[in-house]
Nanobody, 121 residues
Framework: QVQLVESGGGLLPPGGSLILSCAAS????????MGWYLHAAGKQREFVAT???????NYADAVKGRFTISRDNAKKTVYLQMNSLEPEDTAVYYC???????????????WGQGTQITVSS
């Protein structure tokens, strides 16, 4: 019913910039927030950033000052502006939708397929 599609990934040198987009389709009965996670090779999935429908943002320490998350509630789309990219940012990036609350923390049941970001010289 609900599908998220990411776009904007690619290969670029260190210091470069990209913007990722994630558009959701289908009916979402409760949209608390949208966000991004990454999965680097050999590591567990990590939090990147989230934004609530009201515009409140949260970022992982590693991306603060470099990445900016934004959203268009009407389009059910979330964006991630990625600046000053480093090789350590190389990963598959997944968008998600937090659609329910679990013990005071939002839970995301909907995930995109992921888009590859590779930062290399």
């Amino acid at each position: 019913q609900v599908q998220l599609v990411e776009s904007g990934g690619g290969l670029l040198p260190p210091g470069g910039s990209l913007i990722l987009s994630c558009a959701a389709s289908g009916i979402i009965f409760r949209l608390i927030a949208m966000g991004w996670y990454l999965h680097a090779a050999g590591k567990q999935r990590e939090f990147v950033a989230t934004i609530t429908t009201g515009g409140t943002t949260n970022y992982a320490d590693a991306v603060k000052g470099r990445f900016t998350i934004s959203r268009d509630n009407a389009k059910k789309t979330v964006y991630l502006q990625m600046n000053s990219l480093e090789p350590e940012d190389t990963a598959v990036y997944y968008c998600n939708i937090a659609n329910r609350w679990g013990r005071s923390v939002p839970i995301a049941d909907y995930w995109g397929q992921g888009t590859q970001i590779t930062v290399s010289s």
